[in-house]
């Protein structure tokens, strides 16, 4: 992303930062839910399952509705996608923050804040921020726009946890939903409408495949469906862990201020792992990096079970499991790309991301639900760290050559890395 032969910025860069401070505002956002489960728990009188059950709405909603936002992204831009997307979390956040019953709570922080998510995150900005950058450097690309995401961990979890502790928690979410309003000024940064071209900038191949032969080519295609098992497997981890890591924290004796910071240390790890891997990606097969980052958080799991309980562990697993988490999403959207093309690629990231958000909810709710039944997460950590190694097992025999309607043209096409 040099600056062109005038000396401007080119506008791809406008379009990373503009849709990296979406995904700052969006990812890190939510990825604070975390704090407020024990608050509200305690304030209401609901059990675990009652939130775990709303973040799970939220993350089936997102899912669901994350193809129809992509598709129209794909087609009228991101921009006016993004700018309907924070009222939507401004409605959420006030919802959830003054909850008159469990369904206005399941309203709040599932219905609406899940459609926002769909209109505001992963795949709306990295579909923009794709389609923008020169395939040659997309991966980095996309991993800079991610990294912004991880970023948000970091900033957005001491966001929350400053709010609750001076207003309480009602109050922080009622703050939360205004400060979600500046997503409509972020988002004039984006494109308008999106870019035709196959390639990206430095492609004049068009790509003239229509929404529904693109939806055929790709369940037809065995990789396809490797995608969405690999995005099932990081939705049901990294959602499990980022919503009842906190309370895990303090269940083994610890202070809340160490789960916040655990859930920091996440951002913190996260920030690194995005964007060394997506660079990576550039020079290195895709699928043995995402081979090697779900056998990581394998390792991470078993050994936060392993060890004996102690502030330094737990800073420790937050810092390396962060390494491998959002890491993954830039990786797999390559990846796809390289083997299907951009020219739709808010719409096959969605399908996939749906899968990824089924897992999501599974893990959300399993957490709450075993915790309720058990009084203890252990059985759920242990799934997920079994799914890890199953994740690295799928990726590794992945064909990621580009599809034959592809393989004719020059540059990406030809890659396989």
């Known amino acids: 992303m040099k600056s ?15 849709g990296g401070f979406v995904l700052l505002l969006t990812i890190g956002g939510r990825q604070g839910f975390g704090l407020y489960q024990l608050p509200v728990v305690e304030a209401t009188g609901w059990g675990r399952e009652v939130f775990s059950i709303a973040l799970a709405i939220q993350n089936l909603v997102w899912g669901v509705t994350e193809p129809l936002f992509g598709r129209l992204a794909d087609r009228y831009g991101a921009r006016p996608v993004v700018i309907g997307s924070a009222g939507l979390w401004f409605l959420g956040f006030w919802l959830m923050a003054e909850p008159s019953s469990q369904g206005v709570f399941y309203l709040g922080t599932g219905v609406l804040i899940g459609m926002a998510l769909a209109g505001s995150a992963f795949g709306v900005i990295l579909g923009a921020v794709g389609k923008a950058a020169p395939p040659h450097r997309r991966g980095l690309a996309l991993g800079i726009a991610s990294a912004f995401g991880s970023v948000g961990y970091v900033v ?3 966001v929350n946890y400053a709010l609750i502790d001076w207003q309480g928690w009602s109050q922080a979410l009622m703050l939360m939903g205004f400060g979600m309003l500046s997503l409509a000024v972020c988002a004039l940064f984006l494109r308008k409408r999106p870019q035709e071209d196959e390639g990206g900038q430095g492609s004049q191949v068009v790509d003239s495949q229509s929404w ?15 995608l969405m098992a690999g995005f ?25 201020l160490m789960g916040s910071l655990t859930l920091t240390m ?9 964007f060394v891997f997506s660079a990576l990606g550039d020079k290195y097969r895709k699928k043995y990096l995402l081979c090697l980052m779900y056998l990581g958080r394998t390792v991470c799991i078993l050994a936060l079970l392993a060890l004996p ?17 959002i890491g993954v999403i830039p990786l797999t959207t390559s990846l796809m790309v390289q083997i299907f093309g951009v020219r ?11 899968s990824h958000q089924i897992g999501a909810a599974l893990g959300v709710w399993l957490g709450g639900f075993v915790f ?4 203890s997460f252990n059985l759920v950590w242990l799934i997920a760290a079994v799914l890890g190694v199953l994740g690295a097992a799928i990726y590794w025999p992945l064909g990621d050559r580009p599809v034959p309607r592809l393989q004719p043209m020059a540059g990406e096409a030809v890659t396989t890395r």
């Open 344 to 354: 739709h690629m808010s719409m096959l990231f969605g399908i996939i991301y749906f």
């Open 232 to 256: 099932f497997i990081c939705g049901f981890q990294i959602t499990f862990i980022g919503t009842h890591v906190v309370a895990y924290v303090q269940d083994i004796g610890l202070s809340p």
């Open 212 to 226: 529904n032969e693109a939806i055929q080519e790709a369940f037809g295609h065995r990789g396809y469906w490797v």
């Open 372 to 375: 309720d039944a058990t009084g």
């Open 266 to 274: 996440i951002g913190v790890g996260n920030l690194l792992g995005s």
């Open 4 to 18: 062109s032969p005038s000396g401007r910025l080119p506008p791809v860069f406008w379009i990373v930062l503009g």
């Open 156 to 158: 957005m979890v001491g």
């Open 309 to 325: 309980p102690s502030p330094t562990l737990v800073i420790l697993f937050g810092f390396v499991i962060g390494v491998f988490w």
